[in-house]
Each structure stands twice: as C-alpha cells, then as structure tokens.
C-alpha cells in the first residue's frame, strides 16, 4: 500500500476561520489534487457536508485553496485514499489539527 506523508511547515501556515472569526496556525497538512478533494466531498453525507462547510465557511474549492482540517474530513480523506487509491495517509488520523491544501 502507498503512503502519503503529511507536509510538515516550517513556518506555520494561518488559515481564516470565518466561523471562529478567527486564524488557525497550522504546522502541518495535507496537498491534495483537486480532482480527489472533488471525490471526497461529493461523497459526503449530508451531515459531514454541513460540518465541512462549518469549518470552511466561504472558501472555494479551487486550487491554491488552504482549508481548515477536523476529525470527520481526516476520516473522509483517509477513507477515499484508503478505498479508492490503495493508499493509507501517514499520521492524519491522530488527532492533531491540519490543513489541507488543493493543488
């Protein structure tokens, strides 16, 4: 199985909240394809849709985006690379927030 290792900053990267109001300074994320990020949020339930869009209230899922990471998307991402792909994502699932960048 391939692994896809998180990108781990040098400089934190700040990533607006506008539901917080507020920055996230993140050390650590996520460079996904837009044509998977498209995969994983089409597959979402309607309920992991809404906590998506809680988080990211106002972003646009165009390349060069930053997103705010949470527990369900680290589940959705795993499961789509898991399932789709044959490829586990290394460290994403322990509990540590992340951001995702679309490339």
Excluded: S, W
Excluded at 8 to 16: G, M, W
Aim: proline share 3%; aromatic share 12%; with cysteine.
């Amino acid at each position: 199985m391939d692994t896809i290792k998180m990108v781990v900053e040098q400089k934190p990267i700040n990533i607006l909240h506008h539901t917080y109001n507020r920055e996230c300074r993140y050390t650590r994320g996520l460079h996904i394809p837009m044509e998977d990020f498209q995969h994983i949020v089409n597959r979402m339930c309607p309920d992991t849709k809404t906590y998506f869009e809680f988080h990211n209230v106002a972003t646009k899922i165009e390349r060069g985006e930053y997103l705010n990471g949470y527990a369900g998307l680290a589940r959705n991402i795993a499961n789509y690379y898991k399932n789709e792909k044959g490829a586990e994502v290394a460290g994403l699932n322990d509990g540590r927030d992340f951001y995702v960048k679309i490339v």
